[in-house]
C-alpha cells in the first residue's frame, strides 16, 4: 500500500465529510477550546482556526493509528501507548 | 478513615457534564466508607482547595475542571494548583485529574516529590454529547463511555487498586468502549465517538509512583 501524505485541504475535506453525516444532536466538548454543535464545528473546522485544527488533530491521530494497526492492542497494566 | 478529595467546579457545559457524572465516584467512595470532601461549585476555589489539602492530606484527589500544561482549574476558571504557584501541595499524594493538558508539565513537576502520584491527560480531554440531553448530564447516552471510562480511574483506585492498575483498567475499558462503537454500523455518530474515546485513551497517563494506592 503506498504510503500517502495527505496535504492540508484534503485533510480539512475528509474532516468535513466525516462531519457532515453526524447527526444534527451532536454536540462535542474540546476541553478548554470550548464545546461546539456539529454545524459550529464544521464552521471552524473550514475556518481552519485553532478548533478546527485541533479536531482535525483528533482524527489524524486516528488514521494514523489505523495505519499503524495499533487499534487491537487491549490495556494492560504493561501496554505504554 | 480514608479520606478523597473531589473538586465539581460548575460553570461551563464540559464541567457541569463531569460534576455530574463525579457523583457516581462520590457514591461509589461513600459505598466504600471514604470519606469525601466534595469541593462543589463555588467551593472549587484555591483558598479551600489548598485548606483541605493542607489539613486533611486525602488518599485521593481528584480534580475536574479546566487546565493547559501548567494548571488544573477549579470554578470559574480560578486556579487550584499551577507549577508556578505551588505544586508542592499534592506531593505525596495520589491524584486523578480530568483536567485538559495538566499531565503534560504539571504532572510532572508534582511528581518531583517522592510516593506523588498524578494520573491525567497529556491533552484535552474531548467527549461527545446530545445536544437535547444538555441540561441532563447524566442522561446524555452519548457522554456516558467517556465519563463512565474517565470515572474508572477514580472506582478502581478506591477499590484498591494500584495506579498503575486503575490507568490500566481505564484505558481497557475505554477501549472496549470504542470497540463497541465500533461494531455499530448503523450509527452515523458511533465512528465519532470512537474516535473520540481513542484520543482520550492514547493521552491517559500515569506519572510518578506507578504502585501507589488510595488505600
Request: proline share 3%; net charge negative; aromatic share 6%.
Amino acid at each position: 500500500m503506498a504510503n500517502v501524505e495527505l496535504k492540508n485541504d484534503e485533510v480539512r475535506d475528509l474532516v468535513l465529510a466525516r462531519l457532515s453525516v453526524l447527526s444534527s444532536d451532536t454536540a462535542i466538548s474540546i476541553g478548554s477550546n470550548g464545546s461546539f454543535t456539529r454545524d459550529e464545528l464544521i464552521e471552524h473546522v473550514a475556518a481552519g482556526d485553532p478548533v478546527g485544527k485541533k479536531f482535525e488533530e483528533i482524527q489524524l491521530e486516528w488514521l494514523r493509528s489505523l495505519k499503524e494497526g495499533i487499534m487491537t492492542h487491549v490495556a494492560d497494566p504493561d501496554y505504554q501507548t | 478513615m480514608s479520606r478523597i478529595l473531589i473538586t465539581r467546579p460548575e460553570h461551563d457545559l464540559p464541567t457541569r457534564y463531569l460534576s455530574r457524572w463525579s457523583t457516581k465516584i462520590i457514591e461509589e467512595a461513600q459505598s466504600k466508607g471514604f470519606e469525601v470532601l466534595d469541593l462543589h461549585r463555588e467551593k472549587a476555589c484555591q483558598t479551600e482547595f489548598m485548606g483541605r489539602v493542607s489539613k486533611t492530606r486525602p488518599s485521593l484527589v481528584v480534580l475536574n475542571g479546566h487546565g493547559h500544561p501548567d494548571a488544573v482549574t477549579g470554578h470559574n476558571n480560578e486556579v487550584l494548583v499551577a507549577t508556578s504557584e505551588n505544586p508542592e501541595i499534592l506531593g505525596g499524594l495520589l491524584t486523578y485529574a480530568v483536567s485538559c493538558d495538566s499531565a503534560a508539565s504539571l504532572g510532572k513537576r508534582v511528581c518531583a516529590a517522592d510516593a506523588t502520584t498524578f494520573i491525567g491527560y497529556t491533552d484535552k480531554f474531548t467527549f461527545t454529547m446530545q445536544y437535547r440531553k444538555i441540561s441532563r448530564p447524566l442522561e446524555d447516552e452519548r457522554a456516558r463511555p467517556f465519563m463512565e471510562a474517565s470515572n474508572h480511574v477514580a472506582v478502581s483506585l478506591l477499590k484498591g487498586h494500584t495506579a498503575r492498575q486503575a490507568t490500566a483498567r481505564a484505558k481497557r475499558l475505554f477501549h472496549q468502549k470504542m470497540m463497541r462503537l465500533l461494531s455499530s454500523t448503523a450509527d452515523p455518530d458511533a465512528l465519532l465517538d470512537a474516535q473520540t474515546l481513542w484520543w482520550d485513551m492514547q493521552h491517559l497517563v500515569c506519572l510518578g509512583d506507578q504502585e501507589k494506592r488510595a488505600f
